[in-house]
């Protein structure tokens, strides 16, 4: 139960209220006359002519002084209905149980399997609310309209005094106590909304802490494997690459071989070659020297001696076709051997690569390995830092939703400031219709007096349907 006040303030707001347009004084007597021309035109007067309606009769007209609370809290006025008609259910969103899960995250953060196992079980536990939930508050009005209406007249608001005694002024059903208990309803309300906008702080807070804790791990982890992979590489290399150094060194002496043969092969060609070439040349200058020889034996006449001379000839010109035809096979063969050569070398030189792919295998399979744990290990964390960023956006929205509807709370009322209880009479007209059916009851709150008539005012808390309990 809240503190009861000693001291309230009881103020009363009259019926009619001249508005600023009207300069007649709007008499006493005129507002009872027009309260009963309205209460006369609203009675029923038995129309229909098959199935003819009862008349109704009019009981009486009461002007009596509806309560209406005004209670001074965190810096507003909230406003209660005296009588409590009015009685709203503040709704609210319940959260998922925070203690649970709070409780999983910590007790499965000793390993980073467990921890990461928990976070991906719980990847929506904060996706939706756990249900509504409603909390009365009992006479407190919430209608805007009616608030701002209200904060309006209040300003012809006066002390009650002896003239209040010919009016029924009504008892607050909804007493100072339990006004008091409302308030710590609502008190209660936003302290729980206060609450748990820290609850779901301090999970998120907790969550992306061991979330940085388990990724600080990770890495260290990470850093570890690479080490511990680079030293298995360290260690294994030298040996390997003696292995491979002798398979090129056996290499590099069968490329050897293999030129060295095919070389001498070469050099054997080249040396027919250049002996063919130079006995053409010989031959060509011997031909030059006899031709020569025969022009000045035929000069001399000398018959004989030229006839030996151009049978020499003859015999020698027959060899060049000989010559050329074996040079061009030797080219060939030399094309041919350098072709071979290549064939060979490359085939020497490819011989020991499985053997160089099967020594360098281990070193393989260690880079493979530590490729594969590291890019298992970068996923881990990947996956870690995105399930935990999304939790952390349900429990963000969560948040948001909960500071509205605290700030829905705080904004009840009006921002108008008031020190103290204050208990505020709204002076209406209650009028009583009867018939042999029973009665019915309608109500004529207070009213702003213009130059054109009267204007309705704070219908907020009363309704034709609600007078029936009179």
Request: with cysteine; charged share 35%; aromatic share 6%.
């Amino acid at each position: 139960m809240g503190n009861v006040p000693k001291n309230i303030r009881k103020l009363i707001l009259p019926f009619a209220i001249t508005g600023k347009d009207r300069f007649k004084p709007f008499t006493k007597d005129m507002e009872m006359a027009a309260v009963f021309y309205l209460a006369e035109r609203g009675r029923k007067k038995g129309e229909g002519r098959v199935l003819k309606k009862p008349e109704e009769n009019l009981a009486y007209i009461s002007e009596t002084c509806y309560p209406i609370w005004l209670i001074p809290w965190k810096g507003r006025t909230l406003i209660f209905d005296g009588l409590e008609f009015t009685n709203p259910a503040i709704s609210y969103d319940e959260l998922p149980d925070i203690k649970a899960f709070e409780r999983d995250i910590q007790a499965s953060s000793r390993s980073r399997e467990g921890y990461t196992a928990a976070i991906s079980q719980n990847a929506s536990y904060f996706q939706n609310f756990a249900g509504k939930e409603g909390k009365t508050i009992h006479g407190l009005i919430t209608n805007p309209n009616f608030t701002k209406d209200l904060m309006e007249y209040l300003q012809d608001a006066s002390e009650i005094g002896k003239e209040s005694t010919t009016k029924a002024i009504l008892k607050p059903l909804l007493d100072e106590s339990e006004v008091a208990d409302s308030i710590g309803e609502l008190s209660d309300l936003r302290k729980m909304l206060m609450d748990e906008i820290q609850a779901l702080g301090g999970v998120m807070k907790l969550l992306s802490k061991q979330t940085k804790e388990q990724v600080k791990a990770l890495q260290l982890e990470m850093k570890k494997t690479a080490k511990v992979y680079d030293q298995k590489l360290r260690k294994l290399k030298p040996k390997v690459m003696a292995k491979i150094n002798k398979i090129q060194e056996k290499r590099n002496e069968e490329i050897t071989r293999v030129v060295q043969r095919y070389d001498r092969k070469l050099r054997a060609l080249h040396q027919q070659r250049i002996r063919a070439e130079r006995a053409l040349e010989r031959h060509s200058s011997d031909i030059e020297r006899i031709e020569a020889d025969i022009k000045v034996a035929r000069e001399n006449n000398d018959e004989a001696g030229e006839f030996q001379l151009s049978s020499k000839l003859d015999k020698i010109k027959k060899k060049i076709p000989l010559l050329e035809k074996e040079i061009k096979e030797i080219d060939r063969e030399l094309e041919n051997v350098e072709d071979a050569k290549k064939i060979d070398v490359s085939k020497a030189r490819a011989k020991p690569n499985d053997r160089l792919e099967e020594a360098m295998k281990c070193l393989h399979d260690i880079e493979a390995a530590k490729e594969a744990r590291t890019r298992m290990e970068q996923q881990e964390l990947e996956s870690l830092e995105e399930m935990t960023t999304s939790i952390i956006k349900q429990i963000d929205t969560m948040i948001k939703t909960k500071e509205t509807a605290l700030n829905e709370v705080d904004s009840l009322g009006t921002a108008e400031r008031r020190r103290k209880y204050a208990l505020v009479y709204l002076s209406s007209y209650f009028v009583c219709y009867e018939t042999d059916d029973g009665k019915r009851y309608v109500v004529y709150p207070p009213s702003r007096v213009g130059s054109m008539g009267i204007k309705t005012k704070l219908k907020g808390v009363f309704g034709a349907g609600k007078m029936k309990s009179f």
